[in-house]
């Protein structure tokens, strides 16, 4: 499976963006997708996760509330809504997909990463 995450950019605090995680390859199998992201200087960490029919979601406590992951099975992509972006959503933004079932929110758990896609919000 390839990830493709795209939709990052610079953004003021307060607006949104919209991430986008294309995947491609073996799409057939029934993936849970998650979102993290790595500020510099710390670890990577779980932002939202989401399963494979789309019926279930959770997120970090940082960004429940503002953050709103969903996915598209028949586009094979996973979106990731941001609003009320804040500088400490400053990070890049990696996409990943699991072959466990249901919600999966550790790190080494996931078996494919995209590229990542930098979300810069200026203050």
């Known amino acids: 499976v390839q990830l493709q995450a795209s939709g990052g950019g610079l953004v003021q605090a307060g607006g949104s963006l919209r991430l986008s995680c294309a995947a491609s390859g073996r799409t057939s199998s029934r993936y849970g997708m998650g979102w993290f992201r790595q500020a510099p200087g710390n670890e990577r960490e779980f932002v939202a996760a989401?399963?494979?029919?789309?019926?279930?979601?959770y997120y970090a406590d940082s960004v429940k509330g503002r953050f709103t992951i969903s996915r598209d099975n028949a586009k094979n992509t996973v979106y990731l809504q941001m609003n009320s972006l804040e500088p400490e959503d400053t990070a890049v933004y990696y996409c990943?997909?699991?072959?466990?079932?249901?919600?999966?929110?550790?790190?080494?758990?996931?078996?494919?990463w995209g590229q990542g896609t930098q979300v810069t919000v200026s203050s």
């Open positions: 990943a997909a699991t072959g466990r079932y249901g919600i999966v929110v550790v790190t080494g758990a996931y078996d494919y």
């Open positions: 989401i399963n494979w029919s789309g019926g279930s979601t």
